[in-house]
């Protein structure tokens, strides 16, 4: 299954990210990608992506990892509601005293 997602690369404490399509099954690191549709540049909020080729891979089947959904709903790309990315928070017990 083909996925958009983002790929980290730039120097610590610098994170740039690199907007790809790829198999699911293979590693955030690849070099195996099928097309390099973007960039995201974190620390200057700036993010492009190809608009035509990422609506392109999304008609042809490719699913949009949740973080990469949400960048391109404020972007205007796609349409819809934004997606929870956060982990759910368990509630804490307490535990008795022995």
Do not use: C
Not at 26 to 35: D, M, R, V, Y
Not at 68 to 88: A, D, Q, R, W
């Amino acid at each position: 299954m083909l996925k958009i997602r983002l790929q980290r690369n730039g120097r610590k404490n610098d994170p740039h990210f690199r907007l790809i399509v790829t198999e699911s099954h293979l590693k955030p690191k690849t070099t195996q990608f099928a097309e390099l549709l973007g960039n995201y540049n974190v620390k200057l909020g700036k993010f492009e992506a190809k608009a035509d080729r990422v609506k392109h891979w999304i008609s042809v089947g490719a699913q949009v990892t949740p973080t990469v959904h949400n960048l391109l709903i404020s972007k205007g790309i796609l349409e819809g509601k934004k997606l929870n990315v956060l982990p759910k928070k368990s509630p804490t017990t307490k535990r008795a005293k022995k």
